[in-house]
């Protein structure tokens, strides 16, 4: 296990309510982070975790295997930290390397993209009696800001397993995570565009009409409540308010990246990870406790065929915009309060198969804290020469989950209560106390 120096010094809008439009009462709820509760606040910590979707070849990243057959056609090159290696197209993030903590003994028994998916953000296997909620409707619960009027669990252009393994389960509706969607492809050489849907009225409802339907709205609402008080009645109601007032406030201005200068969005890169790095920080500076960036339309990481081609575009997407949020945070004394986490479903096959790609791969791979709560600058754990399997410091996806709920400073053992009355702990494994300062 690698240790360096380094190592001893040591959270709608979503998708808001739009009255002057149409939307479905369960869209409004799955969609709505605002919400009211009784967690205690854990003085404005945030997470970020950058979601890699198809599952990252940690061999062509955090891993390398240069002196072996199964360790492909990238170099690997010098970090911050003195004996700690990346892939030669991570070089931003190298430079920063005193603040990441690589964890390369990562095993699950889930090589399916959508079971695997469910089983880093929930920490259970897909199916049986209990909905668990996702790692991010839990933390933004814990860590939430009840006087914001920001959603309190954004997520920017999640991929195409997230839907299921984002969802609230049993906290119910009112914890469901905001979704900003991409605005369609950018044309050549513009950034990504992102957006929250029912943000506006539409089009043809102006400020007076959408003031009717306002009042229309609140007369038959206080009527309905009168008689009804039931639960879901009461949190559809709360959402539906704090979406209102958002609307009506400056708060969805931290939406609009055309506020910050070409050179900063440039810093970032282009593409919708970029862009969607840069929102986290504006998102964090205004309060939201928990913002997860997606990595990988369409297929993503999921490089069974021309691995080291679609890796190396990947990585550079990756290295830009992550390096950049670190920076940028770390500038206006955000970082020490931010743990960012790094993963995807699974790893790649340390095999090259006949296609120059790599295959699922659950049984050996790497996942990377940083920030706040994490004692940077070292690797925990190791895979063997091969990269087959892991020879030191394994670990599944309950100790991951309970290790970031810690450097969160939130307790892995806290409890919610589940259907039928179960206290579920938001994570049940151990936490590794070696990457925590």
């Not at 814990?142 to 997520?155: A, E, F, G, I, W």
């Not at 397993?161 to 906290?171: I, Y």
């Not at 479903?345 to 706040?372: K, M, Y």
Request: charge should be negative; aromatic fraction near 6%.
């Amino acid at each position: 296990m690698f240790q360096s120096p380094a190592f001893n010094r040591r959270q709608t809008i979503a998708g808001a309510v739009s009255i002057g439009g149409t939307i479905g009462m369960s869209q409004l709820l799955q969609s709505i982070a605002a919400v009211a509760g009784e967690a205690t606040e854990n003085d404005q910590r945030h997470c970020v975790l950058l979601w890699m979707s198809g599952g990252p070849s940690q061999l062509d990243t955090f891993d390398m295997k240069p002196k072996h057959k199964n360790g492909g056609s990238f170099k690997e090159i010098a970090t911050a930290v003195p004996g700690l290696r990346f892939s030669e197209h991570l070089p931003q993030l190298a430079k920063q390397a005193d603040q990441l903590a690589i964890l390369r003994g990562m095993a699950t028994k889930e090589g399916d993209h959508q079971r695997g998916t469910t089983v880093m953000r929930t920490g259970h296997i897909a199916g049986g009696p209990v909905r668990y909620p996702a790692i991010g409707c839990s933390l933004s619960k814990s860590l939430r800001n009840t006087d914001s009027k920001l959603p309190h669990y954004v997520t920017v252009a999640p991929g195409p397993f997230a839907r299921g393994s984002q969802s609230p389960g049993f906290l119910g509706p009112k914890f469901a995570a905001t979704s900003v969607s991409v605005s369609g492809p950018p044309a050549a050489g513009n950034f990504a565009q992102l957006r929250v849907d029912h943000l506006q009225p539409h089009g043809f409802v102006d400020s007076e009409r959408f003031e009717r339907r306002l009042a229309l709205w609140e007369s038959m609402q206080a009527s309905y409540l009168k008689t009804r008080n039931a639960p879901n009645i009461i949190a559809q109601d709360t959402v539906y308010r704090s979406a209102i007032d958002m609307l009506g406030s400056d708060a969805k201005d931290a939406f609009d990246l055309s506020a910050e200068s070409d050179t900063v969005r440039e810093a970032y890169g282009r593409g919708t990870f970029g862009q969607g790095c840069l929102m986290a920080r504006r998102l964090i500076e205004r309060g939201v406790p928990l913002v997860e960036v997606t990595l990988g339309d369409g297929l993503g990481w999921d490089t069974h065929a021309n691995n080291f081609e679609l890796v190396q575009r990947l990585s550079e997407q990756l290295d830009a915009g992550w390096a950049t949020l670190m920076t940028e945070l770390s500038d206006r004394g955000l970082l020490e309060k931010t743990t960012i986490l790094w993963a995807g479903e699974f790893g790649r096959t340390p095999a090259i198969n006949s296609n120059g790609g790599r295959d699922h791969f659950p049984q050996a791979f790497s996942c990377v804290l940083a920030g706040g709560g994490v004692a940077g600058g070292q690797a925990f754990g190791a895979t063997s020469a091969d990269g087959m399997e892991v020879i030191d410091g394994k670990i599944d996806q309950q100790d991951l989950l309970a290790t970031l709920c810690k450097a969160l400073g939130v307790d892995p053992k806290s409890e919610n209560i589940a259907e039928g009355g179960r206290p579920i702990a938001i994570a049940e494994g151990n936490p590794i106390d070696q990457v925590l300062l």
